[in-house]
């Protein structure tokens, strides 16, 4: 009887104990929480592991050095999704009561969250990846894909292979080898609007998620194909597969493209002098030298605050990781200059991210210039477009090895407004920003 | 018609028409189905002689090649780290023998199908404490592995072989030759076929369970080494290579539970038979990656009319 | 003294066959199904539905449906997770070509697809048996999800390849889709799973049940006895695949919102036989206990660092975490390899004779 009473009991106090933790926790009057889904464990973590990294730190970094964003302290969690779906899900009900943004860090995740977004109200930072149609800030006002979507992505390299001359592309043939997942999807429909409007043949050769490591199949289709590029949608243990492969089969690396995911020198550094001519697109440049990239290095790094791995600091990724948490640093910026606050709230932060002014000065300022293309958000432009560089493997690091290149806006816009409608459409009652104007 | 075409025609009009890349398909499959048919050796081994469904040798032949590469990343030189693994795969072995396996003898076998399951879990978030989740390189030159390519050219094409891969095969080959003596020449060996035939026999004439166990534990930790070796070299090592362990069963459906030689054989048709039907029939017909289920239909279909495998011990059902 | 069983005396066998024989099972039970309709949905907060109550219904659910097969009717399958999506993928089709249709029908029908596809890779059951026949299962688990993949028709097309759930109302509220509550998809859920569990209990211990049951025992045996082993193996396969679509529609409809055919994959049909194995194979209450271990604990686990203040990275947790699920795992088929299911078999005799030893 006393065993069944205490169980009894002891459910609505396990139960009370699971409320009462999954509650926000108060948090002190100058401080604001960004959580970040992070993924240090999993098949991706290799990938996962560098950009996490450089995302804390800079947050540590702003935190030593002036004490947080204009006095107010930033606390900077992680809660481990392993680039899983289902963890992702349960981690953003977790931090959505306590945390003022959402990065989901998967386009899976990204498109599990996204239509709570309107419901909960926190916005969603995806910088570079997610859902390519989140562009359009009309219909999707609570996510932001700056500074570049894949689509983006997709046209900047097309322009690229073709020197300039998209013409030039008429009956040649072009692979994409992609992950099967929805990432991996992302640029199929751009690329099959630039095919019939360019007339080149595009042929998509998916990777699942078990052949990551073991591509034969696709190179050999590949090397059958005798393609013109190869264009390259792969994460985590995929990149070095695809690169090993490319070099087995004796595809030439200069003809073989990959996206800004698919350039990272630990992937690379593996496969060695195997990638030398690889190339990527990025919209991010490292610049170790860079004021911002010593502070970290002084109040981070040497004050062992945190770790990361030999040679990490000058990796494409971290780097990249820290131009991810300045997006994130300036959304807040933006939002206590305009609401005249200082702990913003995740609806303020809605309206900074939207309102970012990321001009050539306003880089210079806090020590980013050269690592990022200048440019601005607005309330139907969540993007950005920044553009980017093509980056190439020289064996041991990435160099550029091209001038600016900015996507094709003609082409995206439209399929842009097509898909966000329809995504819209098939989520009826689905609000839209009626105020924007733009 | 033309469907029929695309299928009983096209394909087989395409293989004949380039002779070289045919050959290539051929040699990629087979250095495929060598490691698969080494991972299903190490199932073998321990279903033979303790029928237990081991599941966790995917995650063996993982944790082999990570304890590798890290002892040698600690700067212990790579001939030395070597026997240093096969010494960390014998403690794993009588770890598990002590702590989850000696408490469940006699459990029905799904029991402790799903201790190996666990065992896996623990693996994983053990390993990747200790290893970290970063994509390794295999230490090939330390271990002097060639890596170069030999190059053909029959018939007007090239086809090109891998150095690491012949390596593989020859290991393989070499593996497999010394396992089948030492179970058909040495008394530890015999000692093993005969728990597989009749357990209480083999107890009753005094063969030790527990040893026995260690020992087929310990060898299929040897099997994982030389498993994450070879397969490391392709593609590097990372616990994205635990799925591979999905790979072996098919082929111990086709080859059968118990059979040393089924698993052989079982593993190359396998790997041979998935690559042609992909580049030939998946990726032309069906938009690729059929190599995620083809094994698994084809040994299905193969078990409608031979339940118990290829080489499997003939089911006799008593009432 | 509160389960003394003394006193309570039948006088029929309609009344000894009663669904509760002891009068306090019912009290128990009463008691329990009034924790989970009136005072959770008082006191629990979103995270708690989202994360906690719905997935752990939703699992138990699966979990129901696979231990009919592998628990009653002794058919080990592997292939849970693609089963579920069929459900799901079946549901989502028949919400987007008839919008107007009840979402409570259209649930109810996904189920048929499941059951007809579980059918289909249930006939080489016939001729396979054991590991063997949970291999072959696994065709269907990878070549499903293959498809989920590549029939671009399932997910209507969209350029994601993944599949969205819409906002569905019935009855004036809003149960599906980003705009529901969480609290009415708790009652949804537990509605469906109460109705399923019903008719799950009453099946297993009817003719049907006892039919798997001497299937699961030893088919031949049970054949010559008279027992039709193909139209035996196929229900069992039919229900069971029929509740693990219905677990698998209301996964996606009433918990996640979105899905791609990788959630379907290989873990999800791991973590129902971990449910499964866990709760107890053959038992109906096993699935519950089961699910909160396995659903539940890890949930729990990731605040503990945060709730002692310990400095442990989220990644640290999460490995650990797996180290526990496995070392749990492990732990429970040493101490209890019949499962929790058992485990409360035994508290309870005991609480019958209390205070007596014998």
Not at chain 1, 33 to 62: C, E, H, I, K, W
Not at chain 2, 67 to 96: D, Q, R, S, W, Y
């Amino acid at each position: 009887m006393k065993t069944l009473m205490r169980k009894s009991a002891l459910l609505p106090a396990v139960f009370a104990l699971a409320a009462a933790l999954g509650a926000s926790p108060a948090l002190a009057e100058d401080a604001v929480n960004v959580t970040n889904l992070s993924y240090r464990t999993g098949p991706f973590a290799a990938t996962g592991t560098p950009l996490m990294n450089g995302q804390r730190d800079y947050m540590l970094m702003l935190n030593e050095r002036d004490g947080g964003v204009n006095g107010v302290k930033l606390v900077y969690d992680e809660c481990e999704t392993g680039y899983n779906t289902e963890k992702g899900a349960e981690c953003y009900e977790k931090t959505k009561g306590s945390s003022i943004v959402t990065q989901p860090w998967s386009t899976g995740i990204t498109l599990q969250v996204l239509p709570k977004s309107n419901v909960d109200k926190i916005p969603i930072l995806a910088p570079g990846y997610g859902f390519s149609p989140m562009s359009d800030g009309k219909v999707f006002q609570w996510a932001f894909n700056p500074p570049a979507s894949y689509w983006d992505g997709a046209s900047m390299i097309l322009k690229n292979i073709s020197e300039g001359n998209l013409d030039s592309l008429k009956g040649k043939k072009i692979v994409l080898l992609h992950l099967d997942a929805p990432y991996g999807k992302e640029p199929i429909p751009l690329l099959q609007a630039y095919a019939e409007k360019y007339g080149f043949t595009l042929l998509p050769i998916p990777v699942g998620v078990k052949e990551m490591q073991n591509q034969s199949a696709q190179w050999l289709q590949i090397r059958r194909e005798r393609p013109d590029f190869v264009l390259m949608w792969g994460w985590g243990a995929m990149n070095v597969g695809a690169v090993t492969e490319a070099a087995k089969t004796k595809f030439p690396m200069d003809k073989f493209v990959g996206i800004w995911w698919s350039g990272h020198d630990g992937d690379m550094k593996s496969v060695g002098e195997a990638g030398k001519g690889y190339r990527s697109i990025s919209w991010s440049l490292p610049h170790s030298e860079s004021s911002v990239m010593q502070d970290i290095k002084k109040y981070v790094l040497d004050a062992k605050k945190a770790e990361i791995g030999e040679g990490e600091f000058d990796w494409v990724f971290y780097q990249r990781g820290v131009l991810i948490s300045m997006f994130t640093v300036e959304g807040i910026k933006a939002a206590q200059a305009h609401f005249n606050t200082k702990v913003v709230s995740a609806e303020q932060l809605r309206w900074g991210l939207e309102n970012l002014k990321l001009d050539e000065a306003a880089l210079k300022a806090i020590g980013m210039d050269g690592m990022i293309a200048p440019f601005s958000t607005a309330c139907n432009n969540h993007a950005g477009h920044a553009g980017g560089w093509m980056l190439q493997w020289d064996g041991a690091k990435f160099v550029k090895v091209s001038d600016h290149i900015t996507a094709d806006a003609e082409m995206i816009d439209p399929l842009v407004q097509t898909e966000a409608k329809k995504y819209a459409e098939a989520n009826a009652p689905w609000p839209i920003n009626e105020e924007c104007k733009m | 018609m033309d469907f029929l075409n695309s299928i009983l025609v096209k394909p087989f009009a395409d293989m004949a028409g380039a002779p070289d890349f045919l050959l290539q398909v051929l040699w990629e499959g087979l250095v495929a189905g060598v490691l698969y048919a080494l991972i299903a050796l190490g199932f073998v081994l321990i279903y033979k002689s303790s029928r237990i469904f081991n599941f966790a040798q995917g995650i063996m032949v993982v944790f082999a090649a990570l304890t590798l590469v890290g002892l040698h990343e600690k700067g212990v030189p790579a001939l030395l780290a070597v026997p240093l693994t096969l010494l960390v795969m014998f403690i794993l072995a009588v770890v598990i023998e002590r702590v989850v396996l000696r408490p469940l003898v006699n459990q029905p076998d799904m029991i402790l199908f799903m201790a190996t399951i666990g065992i896996t879990l623990f693996l994983v978030g053990f390993g990747e404490i200790i290893f970290g989740g970063e994509n390794k390189v295999m230490i090939t030159e330390q271990l002097y592995i060639p890596t170069g390519s030999i190059e053909f050219e029959p018939f007007g094409g090239f086809v090109s072989i891998e150095q690491k891969d012949v390596t593989a095969v020859v290991g393989a080959i070499l593996l497999v030759a010394g396992l089948i003596l030492f179970l058909n020449r040495s008394k530890m060996g015999r000692a093993i076929r005969a728990l597989g035939d009749d357990h209480q026999a083999a107890l009753s004439v005094g063969i030790s369970l527990s040893t026995i166990w260690v020992l087929v534990w310990f060898i299929a930790g040897v099997i994982a080494l030389v498993t994450g070796i070879v397969w490391g070299a392709r593609a590097g090592v990372s616990f994205a290579l635990e799925v591979i362990a999905f790979k072996a069963l098919p082929v111990l459906m086709l080859g059968g539970l118990e059979s040393v030689l089924g698993a052989i054989v079982g593993g190359l048709a396998i790997g041979i038979l998935e690559k042609l039907f992909e580049i030939y029939w998946g990726q032309p017909l069906l938009g690729g990656n059929t190599e995620t289920w083809f094994a698994f239909v084809f040994a299905l279909i193969v078990l409608l009319f031979r339940p118990q495998g290829l080489f499997g011990e003939r089911i006799i059902e008593r009432v | 003294m509160l389960y003394r069983t003394v006193g309570q005396f039948k006088t029929s066998y309609h009344a000894d066959h009663a669904l509760f024989p002891v009068k306090q099972d019912a009290w128990l039970l009463g008691f329990i199904l009034l924790i989970a309709f009136v005072v959770l949905p008082a006191t629990a907060n979103e995270f708690v539905f989202n994360a906690l109550l719905i997935p752990v219904l939703v699992y138990a659910l699966a979990a129901l449906g696979l231990n009919i097969l592998t628990g009653y009717a002794g058919q080990l399958s592997l292939g849970t997770g693609a089963f579920m999506g069929v459900g799901a993928y079946a549901c989502y089709k028949l919400v987007t070509i008839f919008p107007e249709l009840n979402i409570v029908v259209a649930i109810a029908l996904s189920g048929f697809f499941s059951a007809a596809v579980g059918v289909a890779f249930g006939l080489p059951s016939l001729r396979i048996k054991g590991f063997y026949l949970a291999i072959a299962t696994l065709a269907a688990q990878f070549f499903l999800v293959w498809l989920f993949e590549k029939w671009a028709w399932l997910y209507n097309y969209n350029s994601s390849g993944a599949i969205q759930v819409p906002n569905i109302d019935m009855f004036g509220l809003t149960v599906a889709g980003p705009n529901a509550k969480a609290v009415v998809q708790y009652y949804f859920v537990l509605c469906v799973v109460c109705l399923i569990t019903w008719f799950a209990i009453n099946i297993t211990r009817g003719r049907i049940g006892r039919i798997w049951k001497s299937v699961r025992d030893m088919d031949i045996a049970a054949e010559l006895v008279g027992i039709n082993l193909m139209k035996a193996k196929l229900s069992a396969f039919a229900v069971s695949s029929y509740i693990v679509g219905v677990a698998g529609a209301l996964f996606v409809f009433l918990w996640r919102g979105a899905a791609e055919p990788v959630l379907f994959d290989i873990p999800l049909s791991f973590r129902v036989l971990f449910i499964v194995i866990i709760g107890g194979m053959g038992s109906i209450l096993g699935n519950y206990l089961g699910a909160v271990l396995i659903v539940a604990l890890p949930v729990l686990i990731s605040f503990v660092p945060g709730a002692l203040g310990l400095p442990v990275s989220s990644a640290m947790v999460e490995h650990l975490n797996t180290m526990i699920v496995g070392a749990t795992i492990i732990g429970f088929l040493i101490l209890e390899p019949h499962g929790l299911a058992r485990l409360w078999a035994i508290i309870r005799e005991k609480l019958v004779i209390w205070p007596f030893p014998h």
